[in-house]
């Protein structure tokens, strides 16, 4: 089950954060995505110690922590998107295709002329967006 997912800026500013458990997990969830920007950095900065090429988006398995899995995503413009989980056994086939889905969602989110770059998303199209992609998650690959 998806607990948070998160944009980040290339600046390492919060784009958007949702989190999908109770308001008592919210500050925590926000920690542990605040705390995989380091592991990010580290990926891309140090490409030989990481196992992923650096023309690879996906980064794959961030870190694992007790009660969850975080996984982490790069696009061609330094945005960073991260994924928090409490399946153990998740499939790099499923956070692969969210992360394609959720990558399509941002676009189309930030395509939007209205839209100011570098700022907060607020759209609530991409709300909603990213709500059923993250209802969806794991259940097939057909989209």
Do not use: W
Not at 86 to 106: E, I, M, S
């Amino acid at each position: 089950m998806i607990v948070c997912v998160a944009v980040v800026g290339h600046q390492n500013n919060p784009l958007y954060i949702q989190s999908f458990t109770e308001a008592d997990d919210a500050l925590k969830l926000h920690h542990i995505v605040h705390c995989s920007l380091d592991v990010v950095d580290e990926r891309v900065n140090n490409p030989k110690k990481s196992g992923p090429m650096l023309n690879e988006t996906f980064l794959g398995l961030l870190y694992p922590t007790e009660n969850y899995k975080v996984y982490g995503y790069l696009t061609n413009t330094k945005v960073k998107f991260i994924l928090v989980t409490t399946d153990l056994d998740v499939k790099d086939a499923d956070v692969r295709n969210f992360f394609r889905r959720f990558h399509a969602a941002y676009v189309d989110a930030v395509s939007n002329p209205f839209h100011v770059p570098g700022k907060k998303i607020t759209s609530r199209t991409f709300a909603d967006r990213v709500s059923s992609i993250v209802k969806s998650f794991g259940l097939s690959s057909t989209v």
